[in-house]
């Protein structure tokens, strides 16, 4: 019922100022009217339904009983022991077979490869 009453409303507007061809005077007291309304306005305070105020307390609570919670089952991480290094032998790609073989890690520092880890060795194919 609410939109029809609006609908008539805003539509009797519209038709009132396509009708009207000049403009709109406002009365000499306008300025004022609208200073005064203005200043009611800012100074009154919001009253906030008492809903707001019940779901807000409501969800403080459960937020601080959500924060107890989680910090009284808090799981205990134990650290686990550092094995020492073990060498990882090198991956070594030749590309004529479909093949990955390895090396031992200190033949790269006796043939001179500059870059000993992180590095495979690949032989380009050999064209016929």
Same mark, same amino acid.
């Given at each position: ?5 609006? &609908? ?15 403009? +709109?005077?406002?009365?000499? &007291? #306008?300025? %004022? ?7 009611? %306005?800012?100074?009154?305070?919001? +009253?906030?339904? =008492?809903?707001?105020? +019940?779901?807000? =307390? ?10 107890? #919670?989680? =910090?009284?089952?808090?799981?205990? !991480?134990?650290? !686990? ?6 060498? #990882?032998?090198?991956?070594?790609? @030749? ?7 390895? @090396? &031992?890690?200190? =033949? ?14 690949? @032989? ?5």
């Amino acid at each position: 019922m609410s939109c029809r009453r609006y &609908d008539a409303t805003v539509r009797a507007g519209v038709q009132a100022l396509h009708a009207s061809s000049s403009t +709109i005077a406002l009365s000499p &007291d #306008f300025r %004022e009217r609208l200073d005064a309304r203005l200043a009611l %306005e800012r100074t009154t305070k919001k +009253i906030l339904p =008492a809903r707001a105020g +019940i779901s807000t =307390a409501m969800l403080v609570v459960a937020a601080l009983a959500l924060l107890v #919670f989680k =910090a009284s089952r808090r799981p205990y !991480a134990t650290r !686990a022991p550092v094995l020492p290094p073990v060498a #990882f032998p090198k991956p070594v790609v @030749q590309a004529g077979l479909p093949f990955v073989s390895f @090396q &031992d890690p200190r =033949a790269s520092a006796l043939n001179g490869n500059r870059y000993p880890y992180g590095t495979a060795l690949v @032989q380009p194919a050999a064209s016929r």
